[in-house]
């Protein structure tokens, strides 16, 4: 398998750049997640590496060698796209050895590819069907199948679960974590909106926004030190409650005082001396919340909505008026609560994320967290 190399990578359709200097290394048998809201150009870096978009300026390399301008039939890359894109006429075996046939292979080579994927898949009993008389999740896994038997340098994934429904999704997901652990050598790169399937999938993340790389690293190395507020947000669902106030270390217990009320942050001697009065942004994740006594609450807001979904119970709070949305508390099993209720939550200093007023990590948040 192969290693891919992005080197300032620029994009543009006409005058508008969409993809602004993408730098990214990819080893051999890594499984990268590329994510992101839509239009962030995660797709269109994807295309590019399949040879199906031009590379506006920058250089690619897939295995060490410069691939900018080589056709994608020559790039020893496979791509599953979203549309499952199977011959309606052809069985399941002839629509995963079709790219095979074409391209000259022996019949008895093709045969043993295609038996090979298909066990790999659990697809071997439904070789003879025809895709109208398979599910989804079926239909998904031949053309990953498909891409399978052209022992590719590089597999390329667009957004491959999105027509699922929800229990499919979470199905051909976990078949996709089995290819992986059966093709430990090969080098996938994985493109999709939604976190969970980047946080289970991914060796490494690569969080995008408007066409730039915010972060790349391990899925719990973006949970647990998000370098910014975009990517703090984008990981973690419900996502990650922001309370932006001063910070006021005048007493031994630091305060972050909003609108109306403050919230506890823990000892002020953990804060460096010189931000005091700075206005800063304290981040805390949902299940980092928990009821505690009212007096030994970090903070206090009144139910505005409780989902209870057995196994714990998600409630929106709110705080104070200058908070931009709810904040968002899971809490184990059932909890009854009704709109308007008072409720004392706590959280661990430990588990405090800080940012400074335009969203960027604060260097010494590990220092104000202990």
Do not use: W
């Amino acid at each position: 398998m192969a290693s891919v190399s992005l080197s300032k990578i620029t994009k543009s359709f006409g005058s508008v750049e969409v993809l602004h200097g993408i730098d990214l290394d990819i080893e051999k048998g890594e499984f990268v997640v590329f994510v992101g809201p839509s239009g962030c150009g995660k797709s269109t870096m994807l295309r590019i590496i399949a040879g199906l978009e031009e590379i506006t300026s920058g250089t690619l390399k897939i295995d060490g060698a410069v691939s900018n301008g080589i056709p994608p039939g020559e790039r020893g890359i496979a791509m599953v796209f979203q549309s499952y894109a199977l011959y309606p006429h052809m069985t399941v075996y002839e629509n995963m050895a079709f790219g095979l046939k074409v391209s000259g292979m022996a019949k008895a080579e093709i045969d043993k590819r295609v038996r090979r994927a298909a066990e790999m898949l659990q697809l071997t009993s439904y070789l003879d069907r025809h895709p109208r008389n398979l599910s989804g999740g079926q239909r998904q896994r031949v053309a990953i199948g498909r891409a399978v038997t052209r022992d590719p340098k590089v597999f390329l994934f667009d957004e491959p679960l999105s027509n699922l429904d929800a229990a499919l999704r979470v199905a051909t997901r976990i078949e996709i974590a089995d290819l992986k652990d059966k093709m430990p050598d090969s080098t996938m790169i994985y493109v999709t909106h939604d976190q969970v399937e980047a946080m289970t999938l991914a060796d490494r993340i690569v969080v995008f926004r408007d066409g730039r790389i915010e972060q790349i690293g391990t899925p719990l190395e973006l949970y647990d030190t998000p370098q910014n507020l975009f990517v703090a947000r984008f990981i973690g669902s419900p996502e990650m409650n922001i309370l932006k106030g001063t910070l006021d270390l005048s007493g031994a217990t630091a305060r972050l005082k909003l609108a109306e009320t403050s919230v506890l942050l823990g000892d002020s001697a953990a804060f460096p001396a010189g931000d005091d009065g700075r206005i800063i942004q304290a981040g805390i994740r949902p299940e980092h919340l928990y009821r505690v006594d009212a007096a030994a609450a970090n903070l206090t807001g009144k139910t505005q909505f409780a989902e209870k979904l057995g196994e714990l119970t998600v409630l929106h709070m709110d705080v104070d008026p200058a908070m931009e949305h709810a904040l968002i508390a899971k809490v184990p099993g059932h909890f009854d609560a009704r709109r308007g209720d008072s409720l004392p939550l706590g959280f661990k200093s430990e588990n405090l994320h800080f940012f400074d007023e335009n969203g960027i990590r604060l260097q010494h948040a590990e220092a104000m967290t202990g």
